[in-house]
Antibody, heavy 120, light 108 residues
Framework: EVQLVESGGGLVKPGGSLRLSCVGS????????MVWVRQAPGKGLEWVSS????????YYADSLKGRFTISRDNAKNSLYLQMDSLRDDDTAVYYC?????????????WGRGTLVTVSS | EIVLTQSPGTLSLSTGQTATLSCRAS???????FAWYQQKPGQAPRLLIY???SRATGIPDRFSGSGSGTDFTLTISRLETEDFAVYLC?????????FGLGTRVEIK
């Protein structure tokens, strides 16, 4: 089955860190650019970060101000998001998704998401 | 960044009817790099349309996309029960990619 499965979400205090993981299966993970998108409670979708299939190009939303780091391990079919200095407004469901065509950032396969709650 | 405004906020329709959803961009979308997604409660978004009018794999032809420049439309013909959901538009012609807040299609 073609799918993406996220994990690593949870409750963390402001200023804390969390590392999200996303495992792909049923397709050639190493051939696909990948992305993290988040959705705060009751809000719209927000692009977080994108990573080329070979990690040669990395992009972040300006609002993150260097607090998040995206990476991947193609040998493990895995995508990661290291989140540091977390703030209340980082509370959201975080989705990983696949970029089907390099350079065209629409997303054709999504995971079910993992919830990150930042609260004291 | 490009702001996408979707209208209406909610559409109340019956099965068999046609839904017409609009999305207006704050500036012109280059190369018609525009997508539509369906999202149901507690589920991930599902790609419906990309390139403004190309249907994604497995999407029935009841779903069609059109538009260019700043105005885009998703049309759902012959509404079926499983079509009642929230629909989101996205532009990917200019970085950062941005999404609209959605139109809810509900059963009348």
């Amino acid at each position: 089955e073609v799918q993406l499965v996220e994990s690593g979400g949870g409750l963390v205090k402001p200023g804390g860190s969390l590392r999200l993981s996303c495992v792909g299966s049923g397709f050639s993970f190493s051939s696909s650019g990948m992305v993290w998108v988040r959705q705060a409670p009751g809000k719209g979708l927000e692009w977080v970060s994108s990573l080329a299939r070979d990690s040669s190009h990395i992009y972040y939303a300006d609002s993150l101000k260097g607090r998040f780091t995206i990476s991947r391990d193609n040998a493990k079919n895995s995508l990661y998001l290291q989140m540091d200095s977390l703030r209340d407004d980082d509370t959201a469901v975080y989705y990983c998704a696949r970029i089907p065509v390099a350079g065209q950032w629409y997303f054709d396969l999504w995971g079910r998401g993992t919830l990150v709650t930042v609260s004291s | 960044e490009i702001v996408l405004t979707q209208s209406p906020g909610t559409l109340s329709l019956s099965t068999g009817q046609t839904a017409t959803l609009s999305c207006r961009a704050s500036q012109s979308i280059s190369r018609n790099y525009f997508a539509w997604y369906q999202q149901k409660p507690g589920q991930a978004p599902r790609l419906l349309i990309y390139g403004a009018s190309s249907r994604a794999t497995g999407i029935p032809d009841r779903f069609s996309g059109s538009g260019s420049g700043t105005d885009f439309t998703l049309t759902i013909s012959r509404l079926e029960t499983e079509d009642f959901a929230v629909y989101l538009c996205q532009q990917y012609g200019t970085s950062p990619p941005t999404f609209g807040l959605g139109t809810r299609v509900e059963i009348k």
